[in-house]
């Protein structure tokens, strides 16, 4: 019936409602197909502009278009927009008043809206059904189309009841639209909506404009803070896990002078659209969000997308990053891997169904896979989508090429993973082949009979952290490929048969190595930002040599003169008056008064011998929450409340209370615990523990356990230690 509107038809209606000229990639193709009658599916990028794939025919063709799209914010946006058009347009969902959903149905039922939004869980509403039986639907639009699957990083149950529920209502075509499917998820959207005979269009998932780098996660917050302000003017989204850690970081951004504010589920709808419109006018620079921020918010010159918390799988990642440089301009994309963020999330996923769980921890796992691997970045993601990508390096536009890893013979490994995939049967995930290679004892290994293997404990010498990286890289290199049905499990792919036949000499990327105790870590330069020291290795020196002599005059402890962190952050911060000196990591006042003049002469000389430029406004200071929690300790300490209670009154655990209270101390707050300590020990125990302190040269807590730890526990030590200091150094 539209069968013969062609490009230039549709081209008209572009400009006259969009503005826009041309159309974007295959946008054009989409909307005929759809108006042809036929079902489509659309898996293209974030901010390909897929929206305009159904709300263009929709304007256009006789009736309503209903558009399923999971988040309330990206609805009503939509909906404005079109308003500002001049096209009647309208959602319903659990947010609304009866009387505005009343009213809106009724303009459907009359004809009025050329689109109609609802949010999945109305539209499995028996009642609704009745209703949308009145109403003259064009077609179907299903937004966000990830979220059908439990694959897919944004699992929506009530997705999966979206296909039930048409099927009751007359056959009109289906869009189904995501910007993030891996195969399996893609399978998953098309059995679950039926739609196996619908067109696909896919477009490349390369975003060519941004920089992928990952960082070890050792300290973290003075790097981001130095990276927001050597950028200022330009906008930027810092994505956390939790609540709790949005409100902490967004509190300490504005503390130290930048335009932030937090975003997450937990605040009212109003100050979550305050924020985000703060955002969106650049009145605000940067928005520190949990992952509710962002679907649907169109935003074109976002900067900088860094990860302060490891995303749940590579699509999450990808989505989230998706949001920088969406005009094609920079977009600096960072995050900050530790692995006990991993385990961290992985057991938040706890209370999920096993299913759920099980799909979760191999999605999480994927990720930090790729966060350790030295493989190209952008290399990885495609690979991940399913996509090519012909290069093997992309060039500098990730970490992993601009520093690129050494090379190792790998053929001795490629042959032994390969070949244990082939003897077991292409049915096993990687862990398992591991302990087969490994040649592991294990019930399962004796019941299959892989014990027999020729492989079995051939790789007993190997390194068992480098399996990861060697089955990450065939797979990457289409050696291996994933079982689509069951997760986890490794097949061979023809490549690998090959080589198993014909083998060659081949070359690996040696992983990435986070181990937390690397000190020099994390200090390659961020994107567009000079290079990151953490701190001066020549005045550190210097000082540490002049806290030794200090502690010989004093006849204490070098520690007890300052710790190691604070010598540190002096030679970050090169403070050269006894002002700046009191803003240093655990020193306060009184330290800084006491010990402090020769600490900051000497970095005053430096500075000026070295015409060091001081990084002035880059002092991270804490933020006030932190300070009330301190003076409220300090309080309570001076009243001698037990530390218990006074962890229970400030709803902390205890380790969070001795935590600040060593904090307190070290910054050159005298505190007095003796009530708490004797309580514990008696006063000969007490003096024992005095008496490691006084002779041993180190601070380190560590060391203390282990070498008192046979006699004392770590409570025991820890406040005798906080006691000493106080006693002694304040
Ligand atoms: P997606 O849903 O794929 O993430 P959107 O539909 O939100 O992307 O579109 C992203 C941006 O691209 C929007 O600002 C949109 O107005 C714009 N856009 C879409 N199509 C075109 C086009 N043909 N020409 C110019 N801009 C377009
Ligand atoms: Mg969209
Ligand atoms: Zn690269």
């Not at 989409?30 to 901010?47: A, E």
């Not at 490549?495 to 390659?524: N, R």
């Not at 006074?646 to 615990?673: C, F, H, P, W």
Request: proline fraction near 4%; include cysteine; glycine fraction near 6%.
């Amino acid at each position: 019936m539209v069968a013969t509107i062609t490009g230039t038809d549709l081209r008209r209606p572009l400009k006259k409602y969009f503005g826009y000229d041309s159309f974007r990639g295959k946008q054009e193709e989409i909307i005929q197909n759809l108006m042809s009658g036929r079902d489509g599916f659309v898996i293209m990028p974030t901010g390909a502009g897929k929206s305009l794939c159904y709300q263009l025919p929709a304007l256009i063709q006789p009736g309503t278009a209903l558009v399923v799209s999971p988040l309330i914010a990206l609805m009503k946006n939509q909906v404005d927009q079109m308003h500002s058009f001049g096209v009647e347009a309208g959602f319903l969902n659990s947010s609304m008043s009866r009387s505005d959903y009343e009213a809106v149905k009724k303009k459907a039922v009359k004809g009025r809206l050329k689109l109609l939004y609802v949010a999945p869980e109305t539209l499995c509403r028996e009642d609704f059904l009745e209703f949308l039986r009145g109403v003259n639907i064009s077609f179907v639009a299903i937004d966000e189309a990830h979220c059908i699957s439990e694959w897919g990083h944004d699992f929506r149950p009530e997705y999966r009841r979206i296909r039930p529920m048409l099927n009751k209502l007359p056959r009109v075509p289906i869009i189904a639209l995501t910007a993030t499917a891996t195969p399996k998820v893609q399978q998953d959207i098309i059995h679950n909506l039926q739609i196996e005979e619908a067109s696909v269009f896919k477009t490349s998932f390369n975003r060519t404009n941004l920089y992928y780098e990952v960082r070890p996660k050792i300290n973290p917050v003075p790097q981001v803070v130095k990276y927001i302000k050597q950028n200022p003017g330009k906008s930027g989204i810092v994505y956390c896990l939790s609540r709790k850690k949005v409100e902490e970081l967004a509190e300490l951004f504005v503390v130290n002078g930048i335009k932030a504010v937090p975003y997450h589920a937990g605040l009212d709808s109003e100050t979550r659209s305050k924020h985000q419109d703060m955002f969106l006018s650049e009145e605000a620079q940067v928005v520190v969000a949990t992952i509710a921020f962002g679907m649907g918010i169109d935003k074109p010159d976002v900067r900088f997308v860094i990860h302060f918390d490891v995303p749940k799988s590579i699509e999450s990642y990808y989505q989230e990053t998706g949001r920088a440089g969406r005009d094609g301009l920079e977009g600096v994309c960072v995050l900050f891997y530790q692995f006990s963020d991993v385990v961290k999330l992985e057991k938040f996923m706890k209370e999920k169904p096993l299913s759920e769980r099980e799909a979760g921890k191999h999605l999480l796992y994927e990720m930090a896979a790729f966060a350790e691997s030295g493989v190209c970045r952008r290399k990885q993601i495609l690979h991940y989508f399913g996509e090519e990508f012909e290069d093997s390096r992309c060039g500098k536009m990730c970490d992993n090429c601009r520093h690129p890893r050494p090379f190792y013979d790998a053929t001795q490994h490629v042959t032994l993973a390969l070949r244990a995939v082939n003897e077991t049967g292409g049915r096993f995930g990687m862990n398992y082949l591991v302990s087969v290679l490994r040649g592991s004892q294990s019930q399962q290994i004796k019941e299959l009979g892989h014990d027999q293997l020729s492989i079995f404990g051939a790789a007993k010498d190997i390194d068992e952290k480098l399996w990861k990286s060697v089955f990450g890289q065939l797979l990457i290199h289409d050696f291996l490929a994933k079982d689509i049905h069951e997760y986890g499990v490794l097949k061979l792919a023809p490549k690998g048969l090959d080589y198993l036949s014909d083998p060659f000499t081949i070359q690996f990327v040696d992983s990435l190595s986070f181990e937390p105790t690397e000190k020099d870590a994390g200090m390659t330069p961020m994107a567009g930002g000079e290079d990151y020291k953490a701190y001066d290795k020549t005045l550190f020196d210097m000082l540490m040599k002049l806290r030794k002599e200090t502690a010989q005059r004093h006849d204490l402890p070098p520690y007890i003169i300052f710790l190691e962190t604070s010598i540190e952050d002096m030679a970050t911060k090169y403070p050269t008056t006894l002002a700046e000196f009191e803003n240093i990591v655990g020193v306060g006042k009184g330290k800084a008064e006491k010990f402090g003049r020769p600490f900051v002469e000497l970095i005053a000389k430096y500075v000026e011998e070295q015409e060091v430029v001081k990084p002035v406004d880059f002092v991270v200071k804490t933020s006030g929450k932190n300070s009330q929690d301190k003076l409220f300790i300090i309080q309570q300490i001076d009243r001698r409340t037990p530390l218990e209670d006074i962890a229970d009154l400030r709803d902390m655990s205890y380790e969070e209370l001795l935590e600040k209270i060593e904090q307190i101390v070290y910054s050159g707050t005298k505190l007095n615990l003796k009530y708490q300590l004797r309580e514990i020990m008696d006063d000969e125990r007490i003096e024992e523990l005095y008496d490691y302190f006084r002779s041993s040269g180190s601070d380190d807590l560590e060391a203390a356990i282990q070498k008192l730890g046979a006699d004392f526990t770590k409570e025991e030590i820890q406040l005798a230690r906080i006691q000493y200091y106080s006693e002694n150094a304040i």
